[in-house]
């Protein structure tokens, strides 16, 4: 078996020339960048989440009923996976599971492929109004007031685009890519821990946590140069992307992300099962038989030979760990309280500050990438050089986690002012949109489609409801004149300002925005301290978890803290959240008797809400953290376990250990928010 331990490669093609990679470095850089690229599909997801939901019409409820086949599949498989991986070729594994992620990547991108950009989407093209005469252009188009015309629906013209298949495609792909992230977090991780110094492990597993913090920037800049195109790129748009009719290419990244996974996969499977020790790896590599023959010898040894009839005792050992459990069911809570900023953070910046799609996700990208690394980075090499008692490590945690309350209140008094909406009643936050300047235009069956007044910063529900009687699709952005329904003493002051009368006055397509860059900017600066924070006690969450349980019980705590966490936070917390913010809608949309996505929402509840919430389930966590620190106060981390006796700890694994379910940087981590 000289191809399978010691020398990197692939079958029988072992060159020498490869095995200078052969080395703790050459797997971190790959395990690292590999990373990279599964963080940035994460992240990339959730910048593009908000245009899939309006294509395809979808609430946010479903949207988290969507997200959980991740999960699910996590919930079924992780155990098993974790397991029975951890006792064979882990780089190989991690490979497969990668393999798997890419075809998640490719099904996810396949809703595009087999609809394509919708009628929505492509009658806001030039080339679709230069196609069609404007005397078979339907209202819903053009947004007008015709007053005493009739209009036809959709739905009796047969049209409508509703199908269930695009919401089951991306549930395949999240379910497909569970299985990819449950190979990736349980077995590369501690395979890397296994392979060198237990002193080194912290510096080492920082730089793979920074490698990793890289995705979500990239992500989120690879997200706003596709949402920054239109959805379908060789058509013109008479929109702009500040439009909320606005649809970028969202499909375009998933396919980009899917071919990268693809080349990691193949650079990861050429990693042996166990990376030689010697320094000197070309003259490792020349003496394969007898160095396989020691490694076969000492992988037994350290991890026995492992049959499922001991799966039932090793799960038995693992819930008996007292610090084990405490640790994942506080990063349940952790995990269950970011929900709301994890998955949803771009409709969040969208709602309370006015941000596109596409800029919310460049303006996130550099600043995780900032706070994130430097808190990853000084951690870990403040850990390596100092080697701080666990009671500090654990004691921070608890610190961080009520900064993270503080935070979570905090943002219950960011926001931005909209801009005056007709129709809107602030007393009771309801909308009455309908009035007797509008009530003959046949304007009750039109979707929510803004435009505003900029001179007096009014925003009407549409051109129709404004009483408008002419557009202008030839330019970009639309514009509507002639709009009988502007009030008296709005035109009035339009007029002052600008010496235009009532009917000569213009709107443009899109809500009035305010100004609101101060508000803005505390959220962002407050959101970074949180990351910092956030990744500062990671690695030394990673580390007491490793040292806390047998050291073949590593990979397998991993799974059990997976299945936990994607049991009781990350299929819960999509959906809890999601039903949070539907309930704070004020208008959606409606397609044939259907209700689709939301269109506006009162955001003063919705902030409220979901901070609250968030406050509460992060202090739940915080008391978890509490009992880490007291269970795991005593474990010994930093010795070296090269004897026989290198797998026993300090602390009984039996009645005390941890797993480091503490949030991943793009999906796991805390300071995600």
């Excluded at 990793?212 to 920054?228: Q, S």
């Excluded at 900023?341 to 990438?369: C, R």
Aim: net charge positive; hydrophobic share 40%; glycine share 8%.
């Amino acid at each position: 078996m000289k191809e399978d331990v010691g020398m990197c490669g692939l079958g029988p093609w072992r060159p020498l020339w490869l095995q200078r990679f052969n080395s703790t470095k050459g797997f971190l850089v790959v395990y690292g960048l590999l990373g990279t690229i599964q963080a940035m599909s994460y992240i990339y997801f959730i910048a593009t989440l908000t245009t899939l939901e309006k294509r395809f019409k979808i609430d946010s409820r479903t949207t988290g009923l969507m997200m959980s086949g991740n999960e699910i599949s996590q919930v079924l498989l992780s155990l098993v996976l974790s397991y029975y991986g951890g006792q064979r070729n882990r780089p190989l594994w991690i490979a497969w599971g990668v393999a798997f992620s890419a075809a998640s990547c490719f099904i996810l991108a396949m809703p595009h492929f087999l609809y394509g950009p919708g009628e929505a989407a492509l009658a806001l093209t030039k080339e679709y109004t230069h196609a069609f005469n404007s005397s078979v252009i339907s209202k819903e188009q053009t947004a007008l007031c015709l007053r005493g015309e009739e209009t036809s629906s959709k739905c009796e013209q047969g049209g409508g685009e509703f199908t269930h298949i695009p919401a089951l495609l991306v549930f395949l792909s999240q379910f497909v890519l569970g299985i990819g992230t449950t190979l990736y977090y349980a077995l590369g991780q501690t395979y890397m821990d296994d392979n060198t110094k237990k002193s080194k492990t912290p510096l080492l597993l920082s730089l793979t946590l920074s490698l990793r913090t890289i995705g979500p920037a990239i992500g989120f800049i690879v997200g706003y140069g596709c949402l920054r195109l239109y959805i379908a790129p060789t058509l013109t748009p008479m929109i702009t992307n500040k439009d909320p009719r606005w649809l970028g290419a969202w499909w375009l990244g998933w396919l980009i992300l899917g071919t990268a996974m693809l080349l990691f996969a193949l650079l990861m499977a050429m990693f042996p099962k166990k990376l030689p020790s010697n320094k000197n790896k070309i003259s490792a590599a020349k003496n394969g038989d007898i160095l396989t023959l020691r490694d076969c010898k000492t992988d037994r040894k350290a991890f026995g030979v492992h049959k499922w009839n001991k799966f039932p005792s090793a799960l038995s050992r693992l819930l008996k760990n007292k610090l084990l459990m405490a640790n994942i069911l506080s990063g349940v809570f952790y995990i269950l309280g970011g929900s709301a900023y994890i998955t949803y953070i771009t409709k969040y910046l969208e709602i309370q500050f006015h941000q596109t799609a596409a800029g919310a996700s460049v303006i996130i990208g550099p600043t995780a990438i900032l706070s994130m690394t430097s808190g990853f980075l000084i951690s870990g090499a403040v850990i390596s050089k100092f080697k701080p008692r666990p009671l500090y490590l654990l004691s921070w945690n608890v610190i961080v986690g009520i900064s993270f309350i503080i935070g979570e209140i905090s943002f219950i008094f960011l926001s931005c002012e909209d801009s005056n909406m007709v129709g809107f009643r602030r007393g009771d936050q309801g909308l009455n949109v309908i009035d007797e300047c509008n009530r003959d235009c046949g304007c009750g069956s039109l979707n929510f489609n803004p435009v505003c007044l900029e001179s007096a910063e009014l925003t009407f529900y549409t051109a129709c409801h404004a009483g408008c009687q002419q557009g202008d699709y030839t330019n970009t952005p639309i514009t509507y004149t002639n709009c009988s329904c502007i009030p008296e003493d709005i035109a009035a002051i339009a007029f002052t300002k600008s010496g235009l009368k009532k009917d000569e006055l213009v709107l443009r397509t899109g809500a009035c925005r305010t100004n609101c860059f101060y508000n803005f900017i505390v959220f962002m600066a407050i959101t970074m301290i949180m990351h910092t924070l956030g990744c500062s006690g990671k690695i030394g969450n990673v580390l007491v978890n490793y040292r806390a349980v047998d050291r073949v019980d590593k990979s397998f705590a991993q799974g059990l803290g997976l299945l936990m966490v994607s049991l009781f936070a990350f299929i819960p917390g999509p959906i809890l959240f999601g039903a949070m913010i539907d309930s704070t809608c004020l208008v959606w949309d409606e397609t044939c008797g259907r209700r689709g996505n939301c269109w506006l929402y009162n955001k003063d509840n919705l902030r409220l809400i979901l901070n609250v919430t968030a406050a509460c389930l992060t202090l739940i966590g915080v008391l978890f953290d509490a009992l880490v620190c007291y269970l795991g106060k005593d474990l010994t981390l930093y010795e070296d376990d090269d004897d026989e006796d290198s797998n026993k700890n300090s602390v009984n694994p039996s009645t005390n250990g941890k797993s480091d379910m503490r949030p991943m940087p793009e999906k796991t981590e805390k300071s995600e928010t």
